[in-house]
């Protein structure tokens, strides 16, 4: 069966800072014209941060699109610093939220965050053999963060409470679940 729709005309109708909106008209498989509206984002990343003694690291943070704070694991965005490597974006990220570097670091797994409007692709590393950084990335001015650190079953719980909403630091802590378990 074939799935793929046929791009007809495509509009951009905003470019930001941070996204691109756009919009397409597309026929279908079976013929019908449709509009799609399309959100650009820059490949992102988010870290898996595992302290000595067990513990994620979480971000505690404003995010204005639900209006609310959330309880995250460190993430951003892969830009021009980064020259388009996810690998050195996660550590830049590490860096600049957490002042701390990884030993080792490894990737987990990359996916899309929401294939039903969105194009982000992020790229999750699980990150261990925590020591403070040397020399301090400069932080995003307009980025306030708490840090707080709790163990598996903490979060674990705090999911099940409703305190941790967020899809990347749910799967990450679902991995972590899985790698206690698993070896």
Known sequence: MNFEEKTLSEKNVFDGKLIKVAVEEVETPKGLKAQREIVHHAPAVAILALT????????????????????EIPAGKVDSRDSRDALHAAKRELNEETRL?????????????????????MTLYLATDLTPVENKLP???????????????????MIGEGQIEDAKTIMAIYYWRGMTNHG
């Open 52 to 71: 000595a003694d067990h513990k994620m690291i979480l971000e505690k943070q404003w995010r204005s699109p639900i209006h609310d704070t959330t309880l």
């Open 101 to 121: 570097k990884a030993g080792t670091i490894k990737k987990i797994s990359s996916f899309y965050t929401s294939v039903g409007v969105l194009d982000e692709f």
């Open 139 to 157: 932080q995003d001015r307009d980025e306030q963060l708490v840090l707080e650190k709790v163990t598996l079953d903490e979060a674990l719980k």
